[in-house]
């Protein structure tokens, strides 16, 4: 008996119709790798996890499959759909092989014998077929070449991922829109940039997302009428204390997280406050949870500050520069500039204050106002502020008119103006001091007035243009080499106001000796000349953005 072998292949206008029928249908797809149009898809067909290359080479229980290939281009576009994901290999094994059946039928299909019928898939949902157009649960994808045929089906590729209906087709904030969460979402409209940063395609992330009833019943907790008389700064505070970067599931959410604001969200292991847990997006995932997570900043000085309407501008300038972490972080005293002194100083965008100028108001330490002492304080900022108690309490001038805001790291000390940082560097600092123009010029030849600025912070003991004279050193005539030397031995490392000059043998950037006695505030070189820091027309202690300048009517002479 003769046996006619017969093979059928179905034709259109520019399509390539390849005839494979002695290879399995991945040994098929694996041909047409060289190209690159199918890796993507044939390495998720052959992930360990799944083992179903063998079942779809024709080792399955129907032997013969149709399988609906997305090229790369398809699954490129997808992943870059769903941030959670950066790779096929980071889905996990059961959404995966669910994600790939949902491309396979059972039987071997031409596109003939799929027109105009709607097949059910291996994962179980179904797709309908019209023309060339493929429609699942989720979305349209179109078949870009068909009837690949091999000894077990045939093979359509695909110019799209059809999204099964296993897979999140919202974000996190589509489903933070939801019925149940209309306050949260009304929270979140307040901050574009906070939505262009978790549904902006930066990456994916972990919502612990409050209800409707549980945001009410922190606002009555609170004493706040409603969502709208939150102030922004604290709300924001709240909202991203709410949002983990990353995707942390279930199984792993309690313990340490770190948090979109900076803070650490620490739930116990026993914590019963997740109502639903896992709710994946196609950037993230969603913790329902039945409580508002109250973020430790709100005990602090910060907190102090976010919850104090007299306080709304600072806190605003806070939140913008990232500080409310650093200010709950170890003991601090705010001296608090309200809202009228940003009024006074004519700042309308508090946005617009510099991380400078704002820890330049804050102690690394706690300080009631009945602690306070005669002095200089040094601030976060590294610059020092003048405290005086005369007349109550001041800083650099300006009084404290509300003391003693207690917090669990500190004390709140509210005051009338801005307490203005230093804004000159060193260099500059002399550039604009008239009396110090030989200085600039002996800093120019040598070149330290490039090191000054680059290698700070420094204490510089500056000679005033009268000290220079009565030493006989003209700096215009003497060579750089020559004014180096003495110019460096003017130089202290690190920023040392005069009540903090130690006793003793001191280094100075020239590696030569000055020794100090801070009992009387003298200076002797080595050379055996001894200078007197409290000479009247000395100025001590004139803080520069990097160092502290000492102006002085003597040359150091080594």
Known sequence: MALTLVIFTACQEDVEVRDKAGSGL???MNSMETEGRFSLFYDAIGTNGLRIADEFNGSGNSYEYTIFAPNNAAFESFLAQYDTYDELG?????LLRSLIEYHVVAGSLSAVDLGGTTQTTLQGGEISVAGTALTGANNT???ALADRQARNGFLHELDAVLIPPTFPTQTILGIAGGDDFTSLAAAVSRFSDLIDAIDGGSGAFTVMAPTNAALSAFLASQGFASLDAVPDPLLRTILEYHVIPGVVGSGDIVGAQNTLSGEVLDLPDDTDIVATADVAATNGLVHVISEVLVPPSLNSVAGIIL??????TLATALVAND????LSTGARTVFAPNNAAFTAAGITDPATVSSDVLTYHVLGDSVPSTAVMNGFALT???ASVVLNTDMGVTVNGIAVVTPDLSANNGYVHEVNGIINSPQNNIVELAVATPELSNLVTALQKTGLDTVLVEDGPYTVFAPTNAAFAAAGVDVEATAGELLRPILLY???SGRVLSSDLPNGEVEMLSEEIINVNNAVF???TASGQTVDLTTPGNTLNVQATDGVVHIIGSVLLP
């Open 26 to 28: 991945i040994t098929v």
């Open 90 to 94: 980071d889905i996990p094994d059961n």
């Open 141 to 143: 994808a179109n078949v």
């Open 307 to 312: 919850t104090n309407p007299n306080f709304s």
């Open 323 to 326: 500080l409310v972490t650093p």
């Open 380 to 382: 976060l900022n590294g």
């Open 490 to 492: 003017h130089v202290l």
């Open 522 to 524: 003298t200076l002797t």
